[in-house]
């Protein structure tokens, strides 16, 4: 289905709204919307909710071969997807672009960031390593799905408990979650995404746009930082700003 | 495992249909079926029961009932369609066994004809306007249906129209007019510039059009507003500021889920303030 149009009433309400300081929620500018994090009953299962937004997040793992040119690290896989009970707008077939576009943001905060410690998913170097996937699914669009998926990325991975596996000469044994307690995985820092919307060629700024305010935004800033005031990513879209 | 599900085949299976009105302001599922009054006699206690034929020619006592939304005619009786509660009116007057029907939360809107709803203009191709109300397929609205339509008053595409619908069926693409069937406006066309469009359930509003809704009545004595309902779920308000527009809207969406209580506490806050 085509999304429903945004109406000239609309649009005009809303920058005037902007431009006056008042959100349609009653947030102020610097507000974020309420966040609920609940886990379910499988190591790594979580599901962010962001006001109404709502994402899922599930890490699972599995014993591969390498990389050829990284044979001593683990691999680390993400996949976004919006699902079509997302938005009437998110079919099979017609999202594309947006979802390019938030699937290489999420790799770029997540695996180029080094959050994960790589080597320590190392079993048997050029042999056996672990493959860390990280799905994340999302179930409701209310606006900034990219914070919303950035931090049910890194609490599912906070969360994950991979099998234990020794390593004695030429054997390698995997233990079951019966024999042996699951490990949890090495996690360096948490990088989360904070997105900034930009309006009426950057004079106005908005923190957590929810729908409605995406669709009136002029450029986007997402920053994805963690706590020691590191910046592991920086974005910046839309149109030119003065 | 099989054994729960076989007991609650059976009694599914065994079960009479009930009275519709015993059943009133109850919650009714799909696939119930319901006995109008007149038929409860007649299924009385036990299966077959053998009547005499009555030889008086007493006429047939029928009552018309009209079978209202979420509900369907299967064979003599009622079959429920959709969840929800069961409601009935009595005929305001004289004959008729009145209205039955079923009360459910529905966001999702259906074009049916004769209903008034607010759309969006989407696009404008030959001399008809595609207008978005909503439903599965954008209506159609020719540049001609508005009083007073010349070249210069047309809507632009992005408008917001409130109009009625002439043409709403499921097997073709709804046609909706600006115009009543004596040629005027009657309070249709496009709906002004400002205001903020929001978008509720299809319950909350039939609650607020009834006729002696008290919300509206308190919402007006709040501040001077301008306000438009449509029938496929869109409100359109409008008020002096931009600050009592918001406030207007974040009532009018949260009064779904209050008690009347509740509601007047509110009230009585924002008009001290």
Not at chain 1, 41 to 48: E, H, M, P
Not at chain 1, 116 to 137: F, M, N, P, Y
Request: with cysteine; aromatic share 6%; net charge neutral.
């Amino acid at each position: 289905m085509k999304e429903t149009p945004l109406s000239n009433c609309e649009r005009r309400f809303l920058l005037r709204a902007i431009e006056e300081k008042k959100r349609l929620d009653g947030r102020q500018t610097y507000d974020y919307r309420n966040i609920r994090i609940s886990f379910g009953t499988d190591y790594g299962c979580c599901i962010v909710e962001l006001g109404k937004t709502r994402v899922l997040g599930q890490v699972s793992c599995e014993l591969v071969s390498p990389k050829l040119n990284r044979a001593t690290e683990g691999i680390l896989f993400f996949n976004l997807e919006l699902s079509q009970m997302a938005a009437p707008a998110f079919e099979p077939g017609r999202q594309s672009d947006l979802l390019v576009k938030l699937n290489r943001l999420m790799e770029r905060c997540l695996r180029n960031s080094k959050c994960i410690d790589t080597e320590s998913l190392c079993v048997v170097a050029g042999e056996k390593v672990w493959q860390i996937r990280v799905d994340l699914h999302l179930l409701n669009h209310d606006g900034n799905i990219i914070d919303a998926a950035s931090i049910a990325a890194i609490v599912a991975l906070c969360h994950f408990r991979r099998p234990d596996v020794s390593v004695q000469g030429d054997e390698v044994t995997l233990y079951t979650p019966e024999e042996r307690d699951p490990v949890p995985l090495s996690i360096h820092h948490m990088p989360i995404c904070v997105s900034f919307a930009f309006f009426q060629q950057g004079t106005y700024l908005l923190v957590d746009p929810n729908e409605r305010e995406e669709r009136v935004m002029d450029g986007l800033l997402v920053i994805a930082m963690n706590k020691h005031r590191e910046i592991c990513t920086i974005q910046s879209s839309g149109s030119e700003m003065q | 495992m099989a054994e729960p599900a076989s007991v609650a085949a059976e009694s599914l299976a065994g079960s009479r249909a009930r009275a519709a009105r015993t059943v009133l302001g109850q919650v009714v599922l799909p696939g119930e079926e319901l006995l109008l009054p007149e038929q409860e006699d007649a299924e009385g206690p036990g299966g077959a029961v053998e009547r005499p034929l009555s030889l008086n020619a007493r006429a047939c006592s029928r009552v018309r009932v009209v079978c209202g939304p979420g509900l369907r005619r299967c064979g003599d009786r009622l079959l429920v369609t959709k969840c929800g509660r069961l409601r009935h009116k009595e005929p305001g007057s004289g004959s008729g066994g009145g209205v039955y029907w079923v009360d459910s939360q529905q966001k999702r809107y259906v074009p049916v004809k004769g209903d008034h709803v607010i759309g969006i203009v989407t696009a404008k191709s030959g001399d008809i306007f595609k207008v978005d109300v909503g439903g599965s397929e954008p209506a159609s609205l020719s540049y001609l249906s508005f009083e007073g339509a010349t070249k210069r008053n047309r809507p632009n595409v992005g408008d917001l129209i409130y109009g009625q619908f002439v043409v709403a069926n499921k097997d073709m693409e709804p046609e909706m007019v600006c115009i009543d069937s004596c040629g005027r406006a009657n309070g249709m066309g496009v709906i002004g510039q400002d205001g903020l469009l929001f978008k509720v359930t299809l319950g909350l509003i039939r609650k607020l059009l009834a006729p002696d809704c008290e919300i509206i009545q308190e919402v007006g004595k709040l501040y001077p507003l301008e306000i438009v309902f449509g029938m496929n779920g869109r409100i359109w308000v409008k008020a002096k500021t931009i600050q009592q527009t918001l406030i207007l809207a974040n009532i009018l969406e949260a009064c779904e889920h209050m008690t009347s209580d509740q509601r007047k506490q509110i009230f009585s806050r924002l008009a001290e303030s």
